[in-house]
C-alpha cells in the first residue's frame, strides 16, 4: 500500500504561481511512476505531467513551458512548480503514483483556483 498526501493548494491571481507537494508512505520502495492529475468540475480528469523513477518526464500540452514537475526519490515526494497560470487551470489536483505490481494509488486532492 502507499499513501499519499498532497498540500500546496490555493487561491492565486492570473500570471501568478503555486507549488504543490506530495509526499508518499508506505511501500514507496515498489513505485515507479509518480505524476500529477486534475479535474476541473464537470470535466474527466486528466494528465497534468509524470515523472519516472529515472526522472524522465512528459507534460500535457496545457502545462508545457509553464509547469515542471520535479522528485526526490530519496524522501518520496513529488512536486509540481506551476508558473503563468490561467483561469482554466482552476481545478483539484491529485497526485498519483504507480507501483511496479502495477498498483495505482491517488492523494486526496487539492484545490487550486486561478482568478481572472
Known amino acids: 500500500q502507499v499513501q499519499l498526501v498532497e498540500s500546496g493548494g490555493g487561491l492565486v491571481q492570473a500570471g501568478g504561481s503555486l507549488r504543490l507537494s506530495c509526499a508518499a508512505s508506505g511501500s514507496t520502495f515498489s513505485i515507479n511512476n509518480m505524476g500529477w492529475y486534475r479535474q476541473a468540475p464537470g470535466r474527466q480528469r486528466e494528465l497534468v505531467a509524470t515523472?519516472?523513477?529515472?526522472?524522465?518526464?512528459n507534460y500535457a500540452d496545457s502545462a508545457k513551458g509553464r509547469f515542471t514537475i520535479s522528485r526526490d526519490n530519496a524522501k518520496n515526494t513529488v512536486s509540481l512548480q506551476m508558473n503563468s497560470l490561467k483561469p482554466e487551470d482552476t481545478a483539484v489536483y491529485y497526485c498519483?503514483?504507480?507501483?511496479?505490481?502495477?498498483?495505482?494509488?491517488w492523494g486526496q486532492g487539492t484545490q487550486v483556483t486561478v482568478s481572472s
Open positions: 498519483n503514483a504507480v507501483t511496479i505490481w502495477p498498483n495505482s494509488y
Open positions: 515523472i519516472t523513477r529515472s526522472l524522465a518526464t
